[in-house]
Every structure is written in C-alpha cells, then in structure tokens.
Nanobody, 122 residues
Framework: QVQLVESGGGLVQAGGSLRLSCAAS????????MGWFRQAPGKEREFVAG????????SYADSVKGRFTISRDNAKSTVYLQMNSLKAEDTAVYYC???????????????RGQGTQVTVSS
C-alpha cells in the first residue's frame, strides 16, 4: 500500500520560509516522478512543482518560479519543497503526488496524502 506523508507546514509571516517534506512508502521512489500541488479553500487543486525520477529535471508553476525549489532524496524516499519569500496567496494545503514523467505537471490518479497546511500571514 502506497503512503505519502507530508509534513513541515505551519504559520509563517509573509517573506518567510518553510521546507515541506513528503515521505513515501510502499513504492520505489526512484522509479517515479513526483510533484507538489496545493489547494486553497474554495479553489481547485493546482500544480506547484514537479521533479523527474533522478532529480535532473524540474518544472514550476509561474506563480512560484524563483521562490520555491523542489528536490528529492531517493535513498530516503523523500521529496522536499523549499519555499522562500512566501506570500499570503501561497496559503493552502500542500500535497505531494506522483506525476507523469513527460510533463512533470500532471498528477497520476489513485494517490492521496493527508496534506500539510501552510498559512502565510500578511
């Protein structure tokens, strides 16, 4: 059974930083591209960042480019999202999900974690 456990969220002031982690079990992380998504209240889930299986390729939403960095440690079965210069509009529940290797932007169906709440106060 695949488990994706996100952590590292919290309350931070605008301009601050957070580092999210996603611990994966039940799958071989090195065999799958991964991404981060977020969902704010009343809004649809949106793509944030994606990373290839080896970590050699990444993709970012325009809204976070230059502020967020996705990385992975396959030996630790963990994917990270470093978030700097946070803005109020980054407030959302953040999820990590497997993504298609071709685009790194589309979530594969059938996976779900509990997410981690990020709240940025202005």
């Amino acid at each position: 059974q695949v488990q994706l456990v996100e952590s590292g969220g919290g309350l931070v002031q605008a301009g601050g930083s957070l580092r999210l982690s996603c611990a994966a079990s039940g799958l071989t992380l090195s065999s799958i591209a991964m991404g981060w998504f977020r969902q704010a209240p009343g809004k649809e889930r949106e793509f944030v960042a994606g990373i290839s299986r080896s970590g050699g390729s990444t993709s970012y939403a325009d809204s976070v480019k230059g502020r967020f960095t996705i990385s992975r440690d396959n030996a630790k079965s963990t994917v990270y999202l470093q978030m700097n210069s946070l803005k109020a509009e980054d407030t959302a529940v953040y999820y990590c999900l497997p993504v298609t290797a071709l685009t790194l932007r589309s979530a594969l169906s059938g996976y779900r974690g509990q997410g981690t709440q990020v709240t940025v106060s202005s």
